[in-house]
């Protein structure tokens, strides 16, 4: 897919098929991630595919309440992608600390847009979460609870949804300028 096609194909979404995703496309988005860039090649994530049943519904369960129920669509999800935040190389962490910078916060988004791309150019449909119960999902998935969850990602293939919705974006004006602030 043209590049700009597959920008403009990756949505959230938020309505999936009951049908698995092939573990061969699983091994490519594993790579899509494997393949992203990070500050000094620290590489400072772990991902975690949670494609077993009871266990994929438990998580999915962690990502809403009663009190924030936008999330609700999540068990939907055939799988969900975990990326756990890891120590960046030592020289990360002392440039991080010293400019003030969070770079593994960084990369982990950088790595969660290559897994959604990729996903998409696969048929895909994708959707990060940012909105969850870190505790429980790092008991449910046997995380370290010093290790902090940097996102969740729901996977599957998408009900409906095709065409891609029309985007709903800042302007160019807005979100852009050319030498210097504006
Ligand atoms: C860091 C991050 C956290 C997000 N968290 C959630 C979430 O918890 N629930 C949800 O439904 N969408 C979540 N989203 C999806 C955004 O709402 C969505 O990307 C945005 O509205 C743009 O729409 P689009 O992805 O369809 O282009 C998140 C996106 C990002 C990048």
Same mark, same amino acid.
């Given at each position: 897919?043209?590049?700009?096609?597959?920008?403009?194909?990756?949505?959230?979404?938020?309505?999936?098929?009951?049908?698995?995703?092939?573990?061969?496309?699983?091994?490519?988005?594993?790579?899509?991630?494997?393949?992203?860039?990070?500050?000094?090649?620290?590489?400072?994530?772990?991902?975690?595919?949670?494609?077993?049943?009871?266990?994929?519904?438990?998580?999915?369960?962690?990502?809403?309440?009663?009190?924030?129920?936008?999330?609700?669509?999540?068990?939907?999800?055939?799988? !969900?992608?975990?990326?756990?935040? $890891?120590? /960046?190389?030592?020289?990360?962490?002392?440039?991080? @600390?010293?400019?003030?910078?969070? *770079?593994?916060?960084?990369?982990?988004?950088?790595?969660?847009?290559?897994?959604?791309?990729?996903?998409?150019?696969?048929?895909?449909?994708?959707?990060?979460?940012?909105?969850?119960?870190?505790?429980?999902?790092?008991?449910?998935?046997?995380?370290?609870?010093?290790?902090?969850?940097?996102?969740?990602?729901? !996977?599957?293939?998408?009900?409906? $949804?095709? /065409?891609?919705?029309?985007?709903?974006?800042?302007? @160019?004006?807005?979100?852009?300028? *050319?030498?210097?602030?504006?």
């Amino acid at each position: 897919m043209d590049f700009a096609d597959l920008l403009l194909t990756r949505q959230s979404v938020r309505r999936y098929r009951d049908q698995p995703v092939e573990p061969e496309k699983i091994a490519q988005l594993i790579e899509a991630v494997r393949l992203a860039p990070s500050a000094s090649n620290s590489q400072p994530w772990k991902l975690i595919i949670v494609d077993e049943p009871d266990l994929k519904d438990q998580v999915a369960l962690a990502t809403f309440s009663t009190l924030v129920s936008f999330n609700k669509f999540v068990p939907q999800a055939p799988v !969900l992608a975990v990326l756990v935040v $890891e120590k /960046p190389k030592l020289i990360t962490q002392i440039g991080g @600390r010293l400019k003030d910078r969070d *770079f593994p916060l960084i990369d982990i988004g950088i790595a969660a847009e290559h897994f959604c791309l990729q996903a998409a150019e696969l048929g895909l449909g994708t959707c990060m979460l940012g909105w969850f119960d870190e505790p429980a999902i790092q008991r449910l998935l046997h995380i370290p609870p010093h290790k902090r969850i940097g996102l969740l990602i729901a !996977l599957g293939y998408s009900e409906g $949804e095709d /065409p891609p919705r029309p985007k709903i974006r800042k302007s @160019r004006q807005e979100m852009c300028s *050319f030498n210097r602030y504006e």
